[in-house]
T-cell receptor
Framework: EPEVTQTPSHQVTQMGQEVILRCVPI?????FYWYRQILGQKVEFLVS????????KSEIFDDQFSVERPDGSNFTLKIRSTKLEDSAMYFC???????????????FGPGTRLTVT | DAKTTQPNSMESNEEEPVHLPCNHS???????IHWYRQLPSQGPEYVIH???SNVNNRMASLAIAEDRKSSTLILHRATLRDAAVYYC????????????FGQGTRLTINP
């Protein structure tokens, strides 16, 4: 069964450093998402991406964050200058299509644990 | 965002059915009802979704009230592997289908 993969599984970085989290969505999916979950808290939406542009982003997704689909398979989340509060699990997800018809499931990856020290 | 209300936690025994309730009294006519779950140390996993009619799949059943203000996720025979946090989410059709997670219901399965 196809699945979303993410690398690395755990990333440790120092405050102020740039990090890139990588995701390989399911191959025939067209919509891509990033979510994050701070330890013990809710899963929070960050950004959605379709047709090489951002469809929607949350308040969390400020100028320090960017997303890119550099080739036909990868989808990346970059944090330019990490802060301590960026420490969280970051989940990538993908879906076949989106809510114009409603009721489309998203498939999540296993996550990357980002620790900022 | 339309809100859902779920109990914080529930407990059941292995091989027994589990009924997980969700209230969504402000649901609008085009909102789909989705259920996801998150096993310990894993990403969320799609379980089931529906609009008006009850739905069944290999994982679970979804019973939707006639007025759509509430729904129930039914696990017919719980296993230890079903211990997870279950999220009831409204899929609001307004573009890119972001999922808005609440705190969910933490389901404990006793052997």
């Amino acid at each position: 069964e196809p699945e979303v993969t993410q690398t690395p599984s755990h990333q440790v970085t120092q405050m102020g450093q740039e990090v890139i989290l990588r995701c390989v969505p399911i191959s025939n999916h067209l919509y891509f998402y990033w979510y994050r979950q701070i330890l013990g808290q809710k899963v929070e939406f960050l950004v959605s991406f379709y047709n090489n542009e951002i469809s929607e982003k949350s308040e969390i997704f400020d100028d320090q964050f960017s997303v890119e689909r550099p080739d036909g398979s990868n989808f990346t989340l970059k944090i330019r200058s990490t802060k301590l509060e960026d420490s969280a699990m970051y989940f990538c997800a993908s879906s076949r299509n989106t809510g114009l018809a409603g009721g489309v499931e998203q498939y999540f990856g296993p996550g990357t644990r980002l620790t900022v020290t | 965002d339309a809100k859902t209300t779920q109990p914080n936690s529930m407990e059941s025994n292995e091989e027994e059915p589990v009924h997980l309730p969700c209230n969504h009294s402000t649901i609008s006519g085009t909102d789909y009802i989705h259920w996801y779950r998150q096993l310990p140390s894993q990403g969320p996993e799609y379980v089931i979704h529906g609009l008006t009619s009850n739905v069944n799949n290999r994982m679970a059943s979804l019973a939707i009230a006639e007025d759509r203000k509430s729904s129930t996720l039914i696990l017919h025979r719980a296993t230890l592997r079903d211990a997870a946090v279950y999220y009831c989410i409204l899929d609001i059709i307004q573009g890119a289908q972001k999922l808005v997670f609440g705190q969910g219901t933490r389901l404990t399965i006793n052997p």
